[in-house]
């Protein structure tokens, strides 16, 4: 029966990190997937979750049973208050459901976005690398907009422009709410207003991949600015929302589908229908990393634990920007290196091409995605100055 079945090359990202491990040199480096880790490079469970799941593991009225397909509703008001404001929340017209983080919240909408009859999703070139397998699986056409200028090593504003003036009524377009993941850069408070304008005018269906609110600045009102603005245009949108990296709960898989809708009833008809589509594919979510999710948002002390863990985390990888820039630039690199410091989030974008990151990797032990890619997490003191010798040599031939 198997014989047959060819065997899959491994994920580009998450098939880095088994290399990583398995590689016995201790020279080796793993900017490879977005995780954030210490100075120390260890991983790190956020103090205010730790405190959390205390809680929550002593909490005698907790059991084992289903939770709800969509998630417990007391669960739904603090994760949205980070998104949206009250008097929206209020108006009802927020259809949100508990999903499995960021991945498992983009199924649910790409088949949701099936299920509206919704030919196509536009996303940015270059993307996450598993955005255009997500809607391709839910049998969605899926085409880019242009996105990076490598000229500038910034934002190809103009490109994307005309872009979503190709797009047509109806189609989706994939947008990335903050810290824009590979690349770094994303628009300016001016550009998104004038990204909101040609959805509208469009007619488009947006939706917002927010997987690193606090990490570009270390303040989710200013991380959390394009939904605000989608928001008070009146469109309506989805947003897919993770708490992978800002809460470091990567394997708790703990993320909300969103839909911003006109009405209150619609929200309720979208939600309805969330629920089946769920209902179908896992039953309903998992609940511990909801639990901690909530008991963190709901607890004040925790909350102000985690709004400055978030700055803490955020201050040490501009540090780590930083201190990669003045070292490369010390070594007279070829080419321009401000795009390090001027980047945000957890990446670099760092120009590097194919066969140079093939270099950092084979040669150099250095863990990064073929797209030139790096996670700033995964630079501490102890290493940055072997990442750039390394990037040196590369850019050097
Ligand atoms: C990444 O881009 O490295 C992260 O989003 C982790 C992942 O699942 O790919």
């Not at 490879?32 to 979750?49: H, M, N, Q």
């Not at 008070?232 to 990296?245: H, T, Y």
Request: aromatic share 8%.
């Amino acid at each position: 029966i198997f014989a047959s079945v060819p065997k899959a090359p491994a994920d580009p990202i998450l098939g880095l990190v088994g290399r990583f491990k398995a590689d016995t040199s201790e020279k080796k480096v793993n900017l490879s997937v977005g995780a954030y880790r210490t100075a120390e490079g260890k991983p790190w469970i956020l103090p205010s979750v730790a405190e959390a799941e205390k809680l929550v593991v002593l909490d005698t009225t907790q059991d084992k049973e289903y939770q709800p397909i969509d998630g417990k509703p007391e669960n739904k008001l603090p994760v949205q208050q980070l998104l949206f404001d009250q008097s929206v929340i209020d108006s009802g017209c927020i259809a949100t459901a508990q999903a499995l983080s960021g991945t498992g919240s983009l199924q649910v909408i790409a088949q949701f976005l099936k299920f509206m009859g919704v030919k196509k999703v536009w996303g940015p070139n270059p993307t996450w690398g598993n955005h255009p397998k997500i809607f391709a699986r839910a049998l969605l056409e899926y085409e880019t907009y242009p996105y990076w200028h490598q000229e500038s090593r910034g934002l190809d504003f103009a490109g994307m422009m005309a872009g979503i003036q190709k797009m047509q009524e109806g189609e989706c377009i994939l947008l990335h709410a903050v810290a824009h993941n590979p690349t770094g850069v994303d628009p300016t408070v001016a550009q998104w207003d004038e990204i909101v304008a040609a959805c509208r005018e469009r007619k488009l269906i947006p939706l917002l991949d927010n997987a690193y609110q606090g990490y570009a600045s270390g303040d989710l009102a200013k991380d959390g600015y394009a939904q605000r603005l989608f928001t008070s245009s009146g469109l309506e949108f989805f947003i897919a929302q993770s708490f992978a990296k800002n809460f470091g709960l990567y394997g708790e898989r703990i993320g909300y589908v969103h839909a911003k809708c006109a009405t209150k009833e619609a929200a309720e008809v979208v939600l309805s229908q969330l629920k089946i589509i769920i209902r179908q594919a896992y039953s309903s979510p998992p609940k511990h990393g909801a639990a901690i999710v909530n008991k963190v948002l709901t607890t004040p002390e925790l909350k102000d634990m985690w709004l400055k863990e978030l700055t803490l985390m955020s201050n040490r990888i501009s540090d780590m920007r930083v201190a990669l820039r003045q070292a490369i630039e010390a070594k007279g690199t070829p080419g321009t290196w401000n795009h390090v410091t001027d980047q945000i989030g957890m990446f670099t974008f760092t120009g590097l091409s194919k066969e140079q990151v093939v270099r950092m990797v084979e040669e150099f032990h250095i863990y990064m995605t073929a797209d030139g890619r790096i996670s700033m997490a995964g630079l501490n003191p102890s290493n940055v100055q072997y990442v750039a010798e390394c990037i040196d040599k590369a850019a050097r031939g």
